[in-house]
């Protein structure tokens, strides 16, 4: 198998892990933060 | 990170006045120097003599492996801070850590075994170095288990911060496998005295290095912020109920 292959398959593997461990903690915390928000906001 | 520096980051209030700036600064400057390291790391650097291609794997695989260990590393610091001085944010800490030491963990062992089948000619071997990562990658699996189960429960999460730290006795092992179990995987190529990789194939790493650090000091800090806000609602929740 083409080198490249295997260069791609693990950059690719890389990339969608870190940027779905991210997105994961950026929606935990805007979710969090906007209902603590509310809450406080709330009579 | 001193000690003088964690007891004043400890104070729930101040830490998350600093954090909230901060944890843009990190995915910014994170996203900026890995974007450039891996496209560096892919177009301008030469194939190794050897490996070919795949040497580029290196660019990802390394900064895995040392933000998988660092992971840890800040979890038995958090576990140390939470049952010697009991710091309101050394259990969020410690929590917060270890989603993202387990995601890089895991990169670590898929990248390498992708790296290993044309370099070794087989996706895993129980050597040394990849076993030691793999329990690793499982000690995270049961810290996490353990701290939801003591949170669901209302504990302080004492249990997990005593795992955190007999856990960290692997550390160690990680980084000595390769010279105690010479096997597959290859010796130290960096040491803090020098490396053994060519410097035209070398420089992009400290690129993707420490973008990869401020991507993972992100995380941990929108975790963290997330857990805070959680114990907000809690808190609120229940005084509520008591009026």
């Known amino acids: ?43 | 990170m001193t000690a003088k520096h964690m007891h004043f980051l400890a104070n729930p209030a101040r830490f998350l006045r600093i954090a909230r700036p901060a944890t843009g600064w990190l995915l910014s400057v994170g996203v900026v120097l890995t974007a450039v390291g891996v496209v560096s790391g892919l177009t301008f650097t030469p194939p190794d003599y050897l490996q070919g291609e795949t040497v580029r794997i290196m660019y990802i695989h390394v900064p895995a492996a040392w933000l998988g260990m660092l992971g840890w590393a800040g979890i038995a610091a958090a576990a140390i801070s939470q049952l010697v001085w009991r710091h309101p944010l050394a259990t969020v800490a410690g929590r917060a850590f270890a989603p993202c030491g387990a995601t890089f963990a895991a990169i670590c062992l898929i990248t390498g075994s992708i790296w290993g089948r044309p370099t070794w000619g087989t996706w895993w071997e129980w050597d040394g170095r990849l076993t030691s990562m793999l329990v690793l990658f499982f000690l995270y699996l049961g810290y996490i288990a353990l701290a939801a189960s003591e949170r669901e429960r209302g504990g302080e999460g004492r249990l997990a911060a005593l795992f955190g730290l007999v856990g960290a006795i692997n550390l160690p092992i990680i980084h000595y496998s390769v010279l105690w179990w010479r096997t597959l995987h290859q010796g130290e190529s960096i040491t803090l005295t020098g490396t053994t990789i060519a410097p035209s194939i070398l420089w992009p790493l400290p690129l993707t290095m420490l973008g990869f650090t401020c991507l993972f000091a992100a995380g941990s800090l929108m975790l963290m912020r997330a857990q805070l806000a959680q114990l907000r609602i809690e808190a609120r929740i229940r005084r509520e109920a008591r009026a």
Do not use: C, H
């Open chain 1, 1 to 43: 198998m083409n080198q490249w292959a295997f260069v791609i398959a693990a950059y690719a593997v890389a990339i969608i892990a870190t940027a779905g461990l991210l997105a994961l903690s950026f929606r935990a915390m805007r979710r969090a933060e906007a209902e603590a928000e509310k809450l406080k906001n709330r009579k």
